[in-house]
């Protein structure tokens, strides 16, 4: 079943729970939907929120609206996820890379330069790419309880380090790095390949492991490490793009069935609304974030690119075999 007949029909049945009488006339409701988020205030995944409660308003003439709770308040990543199942919790942010852990196919994103280019990576997260409908039906196929609505991002990934310029993947090696990355088997084996010791830990206790020697090099977007202080530790950056992130917006079933079906066509174009203007949002951050830890004394330099992308090629039809993620390399490929 495709995702817009699935969303159509959900919806279609929840009238009756807002009072409708006999369908004949529709009736006003002041709705007002939990949303929950790991990042602070000046985070984009904030931002993300805070666009969607504005687009949500616009086009529902205010009949609903998002209550945010950043800072997991709510809980991390996964937490938030299974309250979405759960029905305790309306609407999450989670990256892919979490998400992954619920839909094994989504690991395919955490392989670096899966996408080719930024303009490419944009232009699979229109709302009418095939590979973002495709994403959305493989969410409504796994019968999770939740539906992806909308995509977010951080923008693209850099690598930070605290010994010394990395350009080649030879360099990580040379300087002995433990990397912190995510809980995610496929990423431990990219930078494993990469000469790197990989280790797993939560983004949060990062600055500290640095300062203690625990781990020297971690991966992500500049707005991340901005925020995190973590050039203030890692001064080292490299320019590596290696991944234009993928990260998603998540409503739980619960919370669409309290959606009357005649709001159903403006609170779908608000999310497809909030989605594209965070992503042209996630550039205007990455671009202060640069300045700002310059400004403060950060190294940045540029990498060689294809050296970080050839070790990684037979990789891709590997982790599409493993993860059963063969027809959504495929759509990635047909950008």
């Given at each position: 079943m495709g995702i817009k007949k699935y969303m159509a029909g959900l919806l279609a049945g929840a009238?009756?729970?807002?009072?409708?009488?006999?369908?004949a006339h529709a009736q006003t409701v002041n709705?007002?939907?939990?949303?929950?988020?790991?990042?602070?205030?000046d985070g984009l995944y904030y931002a993300t929120l805070d666009l969607l409660d504005k687009a949500l308003k616009e086009e529902t003439n205010g009949q609903v609206k998002l209550r945010i709770y950043p800072n997991q308040q709510l809980g991390n990543e996964i937490s938030m996820i299974e309250a979405l199942r759960s029905g305790s919790l309306d609407i999450a942010i989670?990256?892919?890379?979490?998400?992954?852990?619920?839909v094994p196919q989504f690991q395919l994103f955490s392989v670096p330069y899966i996408?080719?280019?930024?303009?490419?990576?944009?232009?699979?997260?229109?709302?009418?790419?095939e590979l973002w409908?495709?994403?959305?039906?493989?969410?409504?196929?796994?019968?999770?309880?939740?539906?992806?609505?909308?995509?977010?991002?951080?923008?693209?990934r850099w690598v930070a380090n605290t010994k010394g310029d990395v350009r080649t993947p030879a360099d990580m090696k040379?300087?002995?790095?433990?990397?912190?990355?995510?809980?995610?088997?496929?990423?431990?084996?990219v930078w494993?390949?990469?000469?790197?010791?990989?280790?797993?830990m939560p983004m949060p206790e990062v600055v500290a492991a640095m300062r203690q020697g625990v781990v020297q090099a971690v991966e992500n977007a500049p707005d991340i490490l901005y925020t995190y202080k973590l050039h203030e530790v890692a001064k080292h950056l490299s320019k590596t793009d290696h991944s234009f992130y993928v990260a998603l917006v998540l409503v739980s079933d619960r919370a669409l069935e309290k959606i009357p079906a005649e709001l159903r066509p403006a609170v779908e174009k608000a999310f497809a609304t909030a989605g594209q203007q965070v992503l042209d949002l996630s550039v205007k951050f990455q671009e202060k974030a640069v300045a700002g830890m310059q400004a403060e004394g950060a190294i940045i330099v540029d990498v060689d690119k294809p050296a970080f992308r050839t070790p990684l090629e037979p990789l891709y039809d590997k982790v599409a075999k493993d993860v059963g993620a063969e027809d959504l390399l495929q759509a990635i490929r047909a950008l």
């Open positions: 009238a009756f729970s807002m009072g409708l009488a006999n369908g709705l007002t939907l939990t949303a929950g988020t790991e990042s602070n205030r989670a990256g892919g890379g979490n998400f992954a852990s619920f996408f080719e280019s930024y303009e490419t990576y944009r232009k699979g997260m229109a709302p009418d790419s409908k495709f994403m959305q039906k493989s969410v409504a196929d796994a019968k999770l309880g939740l539906q992806l609505l909308a995509p977010t991002t951080v923008g693209s040379t300087l002995g790095l433990r990397m912190r990355v995510q809980a995610n088997p496929i990423e431990s084996e494993s390949t990469y000469g790197a010791n990989p280790v797993n």
